[in-house]
């Protein structure tokens, strides 16, 4: 887990915290991948980190590059599917009580107003580096 106090940015509040995994369509279906990763959702972004010893720099996804949300069912796993201004779209799913409330907290984020003071703009570095991570699983 991460040090909250080292990750949130000026004016930024924490709306929930999560421990997800990236779900993938195979042959054989629906499957979570390993790591699982900790889903921190603030008013100005969702930081993606995944749980194993070695410590990774998070990824963070802007409120703004998020075009939508939406509950979806994958075979015997309820998830969230979140598509990106990229293109991506990211399956996440998470225990069967926290589904939906996974869901509204990022659509709380993508209505909060989060003022001119906020311009973290994600690295180019950083999204190859979550677009290659979820290729690789």
Do not use: C
């Not at 100005?44 to 990774?56: G, K, S």
């Not at 311009?119 to 699983?137: A, G, H, M, N, Y």
């Amino acid at each position: 887990m991460w040090d909250e106090d080292a990750i949130l940015l000026p004016g930024e509040n924490k709306l929930g915290q999560y421990h997800v995994a990236i779900i993938r369509r195979t042959q054989s279906g629906w499957v979570p991948t390993v790591p699982p990763l900790n889903a921190l959702v603030t008013n100005y972004r969702m930081v993606l980190q995944p749980q194993t010893r070695r410590q990774y720099k998070p990824a963070s996804i802007p409120s703004y590059s998020i075009t939508h949300v939406s509950e979806v069912e994958l075979g015997p796993y309820r998830g969230v599917r979140i598509a990106l201004k990229t293109g991506l779209r990211l399956y996440l799913t998470v225990n069967w009580s926290q589904g939906d409330e996974l869901s509204s907290t990022i659509k709380a984020m993508l209505i909060t107003p989060i003022g001119k003071t906020f311009t973290l703009k994600p690295q180019q570095s950083d999204l190859s580096r979550l677009i290659q991570f979820i290729s690789e699983l």
